[in-house]
Protein backbone atom coordinates (compact mmCIF):
# COMPACT_ATOMS: atom_id res chain seq x y z
CA UNK A 1 0.00 0.00 0.00
CA UNK A 2 1.35 3.33 -0.98
CA UNK A 3 1.77 5.75 1.51
CA UNK A 4 0.35 9.71 0.85
CA UNK A 5 3.39 12.25 1.77
CA UNK A 6 1.27 15.03 0.25
CA UNK A 7 -2.21 16.42 -0.01
CA UNK A 8 -3.73 19.13 -2.09
CA UNK A 9 -6.50 21.02 -0.26
CA UNK A 10 -8.93 21.06 -2.64
CA UNK A 11 -10.53 25.03 -1.76
CA UNK A 12 -9.24 28.40 -2.91
CA UNK A 13 -11.59 29.24 1.05
CA UNK A 14 -8.89 30.84 3.77
CA UNK A 15 -11.35 29.87 6.46
CA UNK A 16 -11.42 26.07 5.30
CA UNK A 17 -8.46 25.59 4.42
CA UNK A 18 -6.43 26.40 7.10
CA UNK A 19 -9.63 24.18 9.37
CA UNK A 20 -8.89 21.24 7.20
CA UNK A 21 -4.70 21.74 7.00
CA UNK A 22 -4.66 21.90 11.16
CA UNK A 23 -7.02 18.13 11.25
CA UNK A 24 -4.09 16.85 8.47
CA UNK A 25 -1.17 15.39 10.55
CA UNK A 26 1.34 17.39 10.97
CA UNK A 27 4.27 15.42 8.48
CA UNK A 28 2.02 15.51 5.86
CA UNK A 29 2.51 18.27 3.27
CA UNK A 30 0.06 19.95 2.30
CA UNK A 31 -0.98 22.06 -1.34
CA UNK A 32 -2.94 24.81 -1.95
CA UNK A 33 -4.81 25.03 -5.45
CA UNK A 34 -3.77 28.65 -5.52
CA UNK A 35 -0.03 27.79 -5.32
CA UNK A 36 -0.21 25.77 -8.17
CA UNK A 37 -2.45 28.60 -10.39
CA UNK A 38 -5.42 26.13 -10.60
CA UNK A 39 -8.56 27.83 -10.50
CA UNK A 40 -11.85 26.35 -8.69
CA UNK A 41 -14.44 24.49 -10.59
CA UNK A 42 -18.14 25.76 -11.71
CA UNK A 43 -20.16 23.65 -8.50
CA UNK A 44 -23.03 22.23 -10.69
CA UNK A 45 -24.12 19.11 -8.05
CA UNK A 46 -27.36 19.23 -6.14
CA UNK A 47 -26.47 18.09 -3.17
CA UNK A 48 -23.00 18.89 -0.71
CA UNK A 49 -21.66 15.20 -1.85
CA UNK A 50 -21.64 15.77 -6.03
CA UNK A 51 -20.13 19.16 -5.43
CA UNK A 52 -17.36 17.60 -2.99
CA UNK A 53 -16.36 15.00 -5.54
CA UNK A 54 -16.19 17.34 -8.55
CA UNK A 55 -14.07 19.35 -6.87
CA UNK A 56 -11.69 16.82 -5.45
CA UNK A 57 -11.96 14.98 -8.77
CA UNK A 58 -10.91 18.29 -10.85
CA UNK A 59 -8.04 19.14 -8.75
CA UNK A 60 -7.06 15.69 -8.62
CA UNK A 61 -6.82 15.51 -12.19
CA UNK A 62 -5.25 19.10 -12.97
CA UNK A 63 -2.39 18.59 -10.20
CA UNK A 64 -2.25 14.80 -10.01
CA UNK A 65 -1.62 15.01 -6.41
CA UNK A 66 -3.73 13.25 -3.78
CA UNK A 67 -6.79 15.72 -3.29
CA UNK A 68 -9.14 16.44 -0.23
CA UNK A 69 -12.08 18.61 -1.28
CA UNK A 70 -14.85 20.24 1.15
CA UNK A 71 -18.05 21.25 0.01
CA UNK A 72 -19.87 22.85 3.15
CA UNK A 73 -23.08 25.21 3.72
CA UNK A 74 -25.76 26.11 6.58
CA UNK A 75 -28.84 25.03 5.80
CA UNK A 76 -31.92 26.97 8.18
CA UNK A 77 -35.03 25.23 8.35
CA UNK A 78 -37.72 27.92 8.00
CA UNK A 79 -35.63 28.58 4.74
CA UNK A 80 -36.27 25.50 3.52
CA UNK A 81 -32.85 24.73 4.44
CA UNK A 82 -31.63 27.54 2.28
CA UNK A 83 -28.96 28.86 1.72
CA UNK A 84 -27.53 25.07 2.30
CA UNK A 85 -25.33 24.12 -1.21
CA UNK A 86 -25.42 27.84 -2.14
CA UNK A 87 -24.05 29.39 1.08
CA UNK A 88 -20.86 30.46 -1.17
CA UNK A 89 -23.36 31.97 -3.86
CA UNK A 90 -25.39 33.66 -1.40
CA UNK A 91 -22.47 35.77 -0.45
CA UNK A 92 -21.80 36.52 -4.21
CA UNK A 93 -25.51 37.69 -4.79
CA UNK A 94 -25.98 40.02 -1.55
CA UNK A 95 -22.72 41.52 -1.39
CA UNK A 96 -20.97 39.40 1.12
CA UNK A 97 -20.79 37.29 4.21
CA UNK A 98 -22.39 40.03 6.69
CA UNK A 99 -24.96 40.97 4.08
CA UNK A 100 -26.04 37.82 3.28
CA UNK A 101 -26.27 37.19 6.98
CA UNK A 102 -28.35 40.27 7.68
CA UNK A 103 -30.98 38.53 5.03
CA UNK A 104 -31.01 35.13 7.03
CA UNK A 105 -31.60 37.25 10.24
CA UNK A 106 -34.31 38.87 8.14
CA UNK A 107 -36.56 36.04 6.43
CA UNK A 108 -35.83 34.09 9.44
CA UNK A 109 -37.54 37.06 12.04
CA UNK A 110 -40.20 37.13 9.05
CA UNK A 111 -41.50 34.13 8.57
CA UNK A 112 -41.19 33.13 12.77
CA UNK A 113 -41.14 29.34 12.77
CA UNK A 114 -38.35 28.90 14.88
CA UNK A 115 -34.44 29.15 14.57
CA UNK A 116 -33.14 25.97 13.78
CA UNK A 117 -30.45 25.33 11.76
CA UNK A 118 -27.10 22.97 10.84
CA UNK A 119 -24.24 23.17 8.83
CA UNK A 120 -22.89 20.24 6.72
CA UNK A 121 -19.73 19.50 5.17
CA UNK A 122 -19.01 16.56 2.31
CA UNK A 123 -15.17 15.59 2.51
CA UNK A 124 -14.05 13.73 -0.24
CA UNK A 125 -10.84 12.44 -0.82
CA UNK A 126 -9.23 11.52 -4.38
CA UNK A 127 -6.24 8.97 -3.10
CA UNK A 128 -6.31 7.69 -7.16
CA UNK A 129 -8.99 7.38 -9.84
CA UNK A 130 -10.20 3.88 -8.42
CA UNK A 131 -10.07 5.48 -4.58
CA UNK A 132 -12.47 7.93 -3.55
CA UNK A 133 -13.85 8.04 0.13
CA UNK A 134 -16.32 10.53 0.55
CA UNK A 135 -17.85 11.23 4.41
CA UNK A 136 -20.31 13.91 5.63
CA UNK A 137 -20.55 15.46 9.27
CA UNK A 138 -23.46 17.87 10.20
CA UNK A 139 -23.68 19.88 13.16
CA UNK A 140 -27.12 21.23 14.53
CA UNK A 141 -27.49 24.66 15.96
CA UNK A 142 -29.37 27.37 15.83
CA UNK A 143 -29.36 30.64 14.25
CA UNK A 144 -28.39 34.07 16.94
CA UNK A 145 -28.16 37.63 16.32
CA UNK A 146 -24.58 38.52 15.01
CA UNK A 147 -21.93 37.80 17.64
CA UNK A 148 -17.75 37.09 17.11
CA UNK A 149 -15.19 38.45 15.13
CA UNK A 150 -13.62 34.70 14.76
CA UNK A 151 -13.66 31.86 12.30
CA UNK A 152 -15.29 32.99 8.54
CA UNK A 153 -18.62 32.84 6.76
CA UNK A 154 -21.50 32.80 8.51
CA UNK A 155 -20.38 32.32 11.92
CA UNK A 156 -21.08 34.86 13.79
CA UNK A 157 -24.84 33.62 13.74
CA UNK A 158 -24.86 29.92 14.30
CA UNK A 159 -24.66 28.26 17.79
CA UNK A 160 -24.44 24.99 18.35
CA UNK A 161 -26.56 22.87 20.11
CA UNK A 162 -25.10 22.42 23.86
CA UNK A 163 -23.52 25.83 23.71
CA UNK A 164 -24.42 29.02 24.34
CA UNK A 165 -21.50 30.78 22.36
CA UNK A 166 -21.76 31.64 18.25
CA UNK A 167 -18.67 29.62 16.20
CA UNK A 168 -17.19 33.42 15.57
CA UNK A 169 -17.35 33.62 19.70
CA UNK A 170 -15.49 30.76 20.14
CA UNK A 171 -11.97 29.88 19.75
CA UNK A 172 -10.75 28.43 17.42
CA UNK A 173 -9.44 25.55 18.31
CA UNK A 174 -12.79 24.94 20.24
CA UNK A 175 -14.42 25.27 17.18
CA UNK A 176 -12.44 23.53 15.14
CA UNK A 177 -12.57 20.19 16.97
CA UNK A 178 -16.57 20.06 16.91
CA UNK A 179 -17.47 21.25 13.39
CA UNK A 180 -19.23 19.74 10.68
CA UNK A 181 -15.69 19.39 9.19
CA UNK A 182 -14.32 17.92 12.53
CA UNK A 183 -17.18 15.39 12.25
CA UNK A 184 -16.70 14.42 8.62
CA UNK A 185 -12.73 14.42 8.66
CA UNK A 186 -13.02 11.64 11.77
CA UNK A 187 -14.94 9.50 9.71
CA UNK A 188 -12.78 9.48 6.62
CA UNK A 189 -9.53 9.09 9.24
CA UNK A 190 -10.32 5.55 9.96
CA UNK A 191 -10.23 5.18 6.40
CA UNK A 192 -7.47 6.36 5.26
CA UNK A 193 -5.42 5.96 8.22
CA UNK A 194 -3.49 3.25 6.00
CA UNK A 195 -2.51 5.33 3.35
CA UNK A 196 -0.69 8.28 5.87
CA UNK A 197 2.73 7.78 7.03
P1 LIG B 1 -18.43 26.02 -0.80
O1 LIG B 1 -18.38 24.71 -0.09
O2 LIG B 1 -17.12 26.42 -1.35
O3 LIG B 1 -19.54 26.06 -1.80
O4 LIG B 1 -18.73 27.14 0.25
C1 LIG B 1 -19.45 26.89 1.42
C2 LIG B 1 -19.85 28.18 2.08
O5 LIG B 1 -20.45 27.89 3.34
C3 LIG B 1 -18.66 29.05 2.31
O6 LIG B 1 -18.86 30.26 1.68
C4 LIG B 1 -18.56 29.22 3.78
O7 LIG B 1 -18.39 30.50 4.15
C5 LIG B 1 -19.83 28.62 4.35
N1 LIG B 1 -19.33 27.74 5.39
C6 LIG B 1 -18.93 26.46 5.26
N2 LIG B 1 -18.41 26.02 6.42
C7 LIG B 1 -18.48 27.05 7.27
C8 LIG B 1 -18.06 27.22 8.62
O8 LIG B 1 -17.48 26.35 9.26
N3 LIG B 1 -18.31 28.42 9.14
C9 LIG B 1 -18.92 29.43 8.47
N4 LIG B 1 -19.29 29.35 7.22
C10 LIG B 1 -19.07 28.16 6.62
Given at each position: MYKINKILIGTHNKGKYKEISDLLPRNVVKISPLSLGIESPEETGKTFSENSLLKAKFFYEKSNIVTLSDDSGLEVECLNNEPGIYSSRWADEFGGF???????????????????????????????????????GKINGKISKK???????????????????????????DKLLIDHRYIAYKKLEKKIKNYIQ
Open positions: DNAMTEILKRVKKINKGTKASFTSSLTIYLDNKKIITEIKGLNGFGYDPIFIPNGHTKTFAEMEYK
